[in-house]
């Protein structure tokens, strides 16, 4: 998987997996662009994960890149360790940071993709001079701690400002939503500009999670080369 703006991807959350064989649900998802690893401390959101001795092993195993998702306190401390662990990408809440560029440094630092992730009251704007630090921005469309809720369209408009910010600094930084994301839901997500998209109940509620991620990949592709086609023209660049 590369972290590119012009490609859709989706990225199946565990969070939704079986846990007791999670080796057997990651061979379930080998289609995926990554795997979307929800690590929760209990503390930063009011749920329990897994934590790095876990996620080592799942490195280890899986057939599909790992896209870790740190929704903890004390991140400057930790997320490095994620980094070393050998993801692909490591995400951070920056309301969880007391030094966001320092971190972004650091993880790009260990060979990670760095990843920034902004809860739903988290305003974009802030953070904008911060793009050329970051792989990817996340945009969170629930709350996070749980799987399973409703998608927030009153999300649409930041997805919106980050997508023109990204355009207009003409930076390399992917756009990834996470939360309620559907088969319907991401037509939305998509056309507002986002090309990453978590997905866990809408993967692995669905009896092959194989076959839900080719008709994710096949809307969101749809709805995000339909309002930006801008973005996917191939025409040689005049030198
Ligand atoms: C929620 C997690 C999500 C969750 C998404 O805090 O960050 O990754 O697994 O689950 P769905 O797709 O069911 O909303
Ligand atoms: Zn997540």
């Not at 795997?35 to 749920?47: G, I, K, L, Q, S």
Request: charged share 20%.
């Amino acid at each position: 998987m590369s972290i590119s703006p012009l490609k859709c991807c989706i990225n199946p959350s565990i969070l939704s997996a079986d846990f007791v064989n999670l080796e057997a649900e990651l061979a379930r998802i080998s289609n995926a662009d990554a795997v979307h690893v929800d690590v929760m401390d209990n503390h930063f959101v009011p749920n329990l994960t897994i934590g790095l001795p876990v996620v080592e092993r799942l490195q280890k195993v899986s057939p599909v890149p790992l896209d870790g998702h740190l929704m903890i306190s004390n991140v400057d401390r930790w997320a490095p360790q994620f980094a070393d662990a050998g993801l692909y990408s490591v995400t951070f809440h920056v309301e969880a940071s007391d030094a966001p560029i320092k971190l972004a440094r650091e993880l790009r630092a260990r060979g990670a993709k760095a990843g920034m992730a902004l809860r739903p009251a988290t305003p974009v704007e802030p953070y904008l001079d911060m793009l050329p630090e970051l792989d990817m921005l996340l945009i969170m469309t629930v709350e996070p701690g749980f799987g399973g809720q409703a998608f927030l369209d009153v999300m649409l408009p930041k997805i919106r400002r980050a997508r023109a910010a990204v355009e207009g600094s003409g930076v390399d930084v992917a756009i990834q939503v996470d939360g309620g994301i559907t088969e319907e839901t991401i037509t939305r997500a998509a056309e507002a500009g986002a090309n990453i998209f978590v997905a866990g109940s809408a993967v692995y509620g669905r009896p092959s999670p194989a076959d839900a991620i080719e008709s994710l990949r096949e809307n969101g592709q749809l709805a995000f080369t339909s309002t930006t086609p801008h973005l996917n023209n191939t025409a040689p660049q005049p030198a």
